[in-house]
């Protein structure tokens, strides 16, 4: 994978991430992590090799067939991508109502979602009066919102306190029980300690220590 | 709790929110310019409705009997055609008064016996534009050095005029609302650029393009709907005024009042500019979306 | 302080923080950390109370007064607040042209801040074409480059890996030893145990755990 | 490795990206408009410099003695005047030619007795515009019947055009002018606008007001010098055009070439607008800045 055209960031990976498993993906700053991420959630194809996800090779699925796979995939931005302009409400909505569900689902679940994750009090709150840590829990509320069978979170408890850390990894630990494929990029020696997983090695655009290597991506 | 905010932020940007007004103006511009067109087409049917009349001269004979003789025939001729109404001699003393002003005053500035042209007046029934050149040959018939005159030269300026604005008020208004799509298509495209990260993230969470494009479409919907009830009101106070205000009351244009069908016609124009408007937005939308991959 | 016409988000601070000190600002997310780093660095004026900074009373100094004193300040901002438009160098220049200084001296310093900071590599790299680590390093360097008095790094860590994190803080601890007052807002309990300094903690608001306190914000 | 980028992305706002083609179109009118002040300010010059003839009619008179002797005490009296150059009397050869499109042919059509006006061309002093009713004033001091006839009517028209031309050139130039720094104190205000968040973040590293308005300064300047040049060029194109191109090298309003000292005038325009542009431009910025805390 390369970016404009540039040289490539991304070389070597081999990497078959199986449904409902629990991955940490680690490595220096300007490793690839983000990068790897962006490959898996579908923004960006990849300039070489395949990608296959939930048994399709996404080079090869039309518009439509794209956008599905999407809404299967929750992913917290490492800059959090939120809408300055949405509530925190609407924000942690966006996922539920391009899915289509129905209004009055959406407002008990997304209710329920920030309170759950404690931001119960900015409901109304726009991302730019937010703590960046608040920020970071709407981000994350955004992606698990949907139950999505991937999630991918890149560094999602860099700016909240260690107690809310522990709760956020709690709760991707229990999606994973619940079944979804989960891949956290972090920098995070504790947690990774206190939640042991597999952990996904990166060093300058290859992946040096993936547990069940594969010559291409493939995920679910 | 469901807020009415669009999940692109279009109303911050200048041109997006110039939109309503832009569309505003125009419509208040296509407003008039029908408006124009639809009394025109009023003048044109009333002059239409009033019956016409044109003369027939034939030149002066020394012959007194002959000339009776001919203007019979040439009266007979005409009442029998289809379209016309009635003919009529004009009369001596008529004709002395017509020619006084180029000929001077009978028995005093000239000969009372000079030979004067013989007129007869031809009144048409109202309808559709009649052929005069074919009139005059039929004429010709009976009296072949007969001249056919069309005696309301006002008239058919009035009616030439009427014509026109028809046309024009109806072109204009044609120019505007394409104007106006020419914005809306080139204000969709720009905010599509400018919010390309937004856009990109909608289609990150897996928004497949028409979520996207209703986007602009229901943005484009709300200025149409805004822009357009202020232009259509401001156009209507306009031609109320221009209608009723006294000074303009005596011109002949504006002497027909609009129709109740009228002013449905008119009303029909920015819900027609709303609706071409909303589609033009979704379907820039939607093409600018397939670009993307 | 408030934001807009909002309740208070900072209460009851009395704190005062000595030339060439070192304080670690900690709590949980929303605590107003951030709240009071903005009120430190001249972003925010007191809606109560007095700040006073380098023995001056920030509220009453006039408009050239107060970018003087602003110049003595470095800010890692915790959302960095780059420059996108401009090139790695010239966003780490920005406060040295800003200073005024002579152009051949800011392209010898900046050029070798980068390359200690370990973005020798990105020098032509806007801020979009790096990862979030590296440009959390560009915010940073800015932030030093001018060798400020007085430095305000709200969670300069969050998004590097840890070798660099311990990197950061030793620049910040010599920094330090050459005189510059630090307040470094962190969530990292791991940095406070390898690097122990005084802690300020925050909870909701209010400061419950400043070592000298007084009854007003002062510093220098 | 000091890039030239600005501080401010300015050149990434739709409005600020388009000012140099705004300033560049703008510039365009305003050297044209100063080349049609300059060059009417030419033909009102060269109007003044050439010499004007009016002339002098002395009703017919039966005694021819006395008739000489009128013409005589009238050309001694306009001869002492000032601003007059010399008189002379109109032969008989030349009225004849004169009368006969009215009267014609001497002794074929017309009796060759008729009495005829004697006519005096005065040559006046190239200067400005002479007091006529005054001079005719004068005259009737020694022939109470003259009349006084100014013999180059297009010469008049021609110079109120130019005098026109001149003050509507000057005046339309004027008019572009202030339109462009209304244009550029609206973009300034904009981009201060679109801004907010970098001005913030240089306000807060410190940045006096006068480093950030003099990006906008810089920018302004920057845009100035390139939409001037290539308005100036374009306008500079076209007066070519205009003045040395065969179709209109006829008309006597183009007869003028402009001068040396008018092209420096003209190149000054784009100067000056750009001088006035980034003055405008620090000022609105500073006054923006100082609002803010
Ligand atoms: N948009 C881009 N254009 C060009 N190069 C990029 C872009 N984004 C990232 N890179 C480069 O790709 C490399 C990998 O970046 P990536 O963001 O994947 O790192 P990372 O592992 O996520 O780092 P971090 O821990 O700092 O987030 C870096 O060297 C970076 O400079
Ligand atoms: N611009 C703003 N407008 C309104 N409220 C704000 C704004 N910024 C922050 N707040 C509120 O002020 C409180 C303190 O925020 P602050 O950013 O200071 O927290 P913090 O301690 O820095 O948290 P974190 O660790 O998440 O960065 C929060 O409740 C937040 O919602
Ligand atoms: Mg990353
Ligand atoms: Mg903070």
């Known amino acids: ?220 | 709790m469901a807020s009415e905010a669009l999940d692109l932020p279009l109303d911050d940007t200048p041109a997006s929110r110039f939109l309503a007004w832009f569309i505003g103006g125009l419509t208040y511009l296509a407003v008039l310019a029908c408006a124009v067109a639809v009394l025109a087409q009023g003048t044109v049917e009333r002059l239409a409705d009033t019956p016409r009349i044109v003369t027939v001269a034939l030149p002066p004979v020394d012959d007194a009997a002959a000339g009776e003789a001919e203007v019979r025939a040439v009266r007979a001729l005409l009442e029998g055609l289809p379209g016309v109404a009635y003919t009529s001699l004009v009369s001596k003393e008529e004709l002395d008064r017509l020619v006084e002003p180029w000929l001077g005053r009978a028995g005093e500035d000239r000969p009372g016996e000079m030979p004067l042209p013989r007129l007869v007046d031809v009144r048409l029934l109202p309808g559709p534009e009649p052929d005069l050149a074919a009139l005059a040959e039929k004429v010709r018939t009976v009296a072949p050095q007969a001249l056919l005159e069309d005696t309301s030269p006002s008239h058919g300026t009035l009616e030439t005029l009427a014509r026109r604005l028809r046309w024009m008020g109806g072109g204009a208004g044609l120019v505007v609302l394409v104007l106006t799509l020419v914005v809306v298509v080139v204000v969709t495209r720009m905010s599509l650029d400018l919010h390309d990260e937004t856009v990109d993230l909608l289609r990150l969470l897996g928004a497949p393009d028409r979520y996207v494009a209703r986007q602009f479409e229901l943005h484009a919907m709300a200025s149409a709907l805004k822009g357009g009830s202020i232009g259509f009101t401001a156009a209507l106070a306009t031609l109320v005024a221009l209608l009723y205000l006294p000074p303009l009351l005596g011109h002949p244009l504006f002497a027909v009042e609009p129709r109740p069908l009228d002013w449905i016609l008119l009303a029909i124009v920015p819900v027609l500019a709303a609706l071409m408007i909303t589609v033009a937005a979704r379907l820039t939308a939607t093409i600018g979306l397939a670009r993307l991959r």
């Not at chain 1, 992590?33 to 959630?41: A, I, Q, V």
């Not at chain 1, 990608?51 to 996404?58: C, H, I, K, Q, T």
């Open chain 1, 1 to 220: 994978m390369r970016y404009g055209s540039g040289e490539e960031v991304l070389r070597d990976i081999g990497l078959s991430i199986n449904a409902g498993s629990f991955h940490y993906l680690m490595g220096p700053s300007g490793a690839g992590k983000t990068s790897l991420l962006r490959l898996l959630s579908l923004s960006q194809p990849a300039s070489r090799g395949t990608v296959v996800l939930f048994g399709r090779d996404v080079a090869r699925v039309d518009r439509d067939e794209l956008g599905r796979l999407r809404r299967r995939i929750g992913v917290v931005f490492q800059d959090f991508r939120l809408l300055d302009h949405l509530t925190a409400f609407d924000n942690v909505a966006l996922p539920l109502r391009i899915g289509g569900a129905d209004p009055e689902r959406i407002s008990a679940y997304v209710s329920q979602m920030l309170c759950w994750i404690g931001l119960g009090d900015f409901i109304e709150a726009r991302p730019p009066q937010l703590s960046m840590g608040q920020r970071q829990l709407l981000a994350v509320a955004r992606a698990v919102v949907g139950r999505p069978d991937l999630l991918l979170a890149d560094e999602p408890t860099s700016n909240v306190d260690p107690a809310r850390a522990e709760r956020l990894v709690h709760l991707f630990a229990e999606l994973h029980k619940l079944g979804t494929a989960v891949v956290l990029a972090t920098h995070s020696r504790e947690l990774v300690r206190r939640w042991p997983f597999p952990v996904l090695h990166m060093e300058r655009g290859r992946l040096i220590r993936a547990l069940p290597a594969e010559p291409r991506a493939a995920v679910g």
